[in-house]
């Protein structure tokens, strides 16, 4: 029994991309040694534009098989997932060949300026620090969050004494209304 041409063309685009991401590897490569890498940009280039044409033919025979029911929707969901997958893998080569290859990769760089990323943010849990904790310990985080809760529940208790103010005139408007009627 020969193969289904839907998944030979998917096996296909599987292998293609498995070769764009070894190019752009090799591309990359090429940029740290001091080699040229421009024939491999245009062949990575050219690759990928085919990889979004087979990619798009896959969704489009895959929509036809699943519309006129020549395959059953459970292939048709499992091939949805396989496709769904080589469109995160296109997009992850298409990032991988838009950076530059000459800077190493963010976590590389973090181990080797002792925590300090390449454009100098630092560590990324302390940006958005508010100034009435920054250099506070954890006692005293803590001790400041105990009183903010401690004016919160006073509040809360001042809300609910009006409520129930409230309710109560609601009760006594509604009790005169009942004597009046």
């Known amino acids: 029994m020969s193969q289904d041409p839907w998944l030979q ?6 292998r293609l991309a498995q070769e764009i991401a070894e190019n752009i590897h090799e591309r990359n490569r090429q940029h740290r040694t001091g080699g ?3 024939k491999l940009n245009m062949t990575i280039r050219a690759s990928l534009q085919r990889l979004k044409q087979q990619i798009a033919h896959l969704r489009e025979r895959l929509l036809t098989s699943t ?3 020549r395959i059953m929707q459970s292939e048709g969901d499992r091939r949805q997932n396989l496709l769904d997958d080589l469109l995160t893998r296109e997009e992850q080569l298409d990032a991988s ?3 530059d290859g000459t800077e190493p990769d963010s976590s590389r760089s ?3 300026t002792g925590g ?3 454009a100098g943010l630092g560590n990324p849990w302390l940006i ?3 100034e009435e904790t920054r250099g506070l310990g954890f006692g005293e985080i803590k001790q400041q969050q105990q009183k903010i809760i401690e004016v919160q529940d006073a ?5 609910a004494a009006v409520i129930s103010r409230q309710k109560q005139m609601g009760q006594e408007i509604g009790n005169e209304l009942d004597e009046q009627n």
Not at 9 to 14: E, S
Not at 155 to 159: F, H, M, Q, S
């Open 36 to 38: 040229n890498p421009a």
């Open 67 to 69: 519309s006129t029911r």
């Open 116 to 118: 300090m990323d390449p």
């Open 110 to 112: 973090s181990l080797l």
């Open 97 to 99: 060949f838009n950076k």
């Open 128 to 130: 958005n620090e508010p």
């Open 9 to 14: 063309v998917y096996d296909a685009t599987c």
């Open 155 to 159: 509040g809360l208790d001042a809300l």
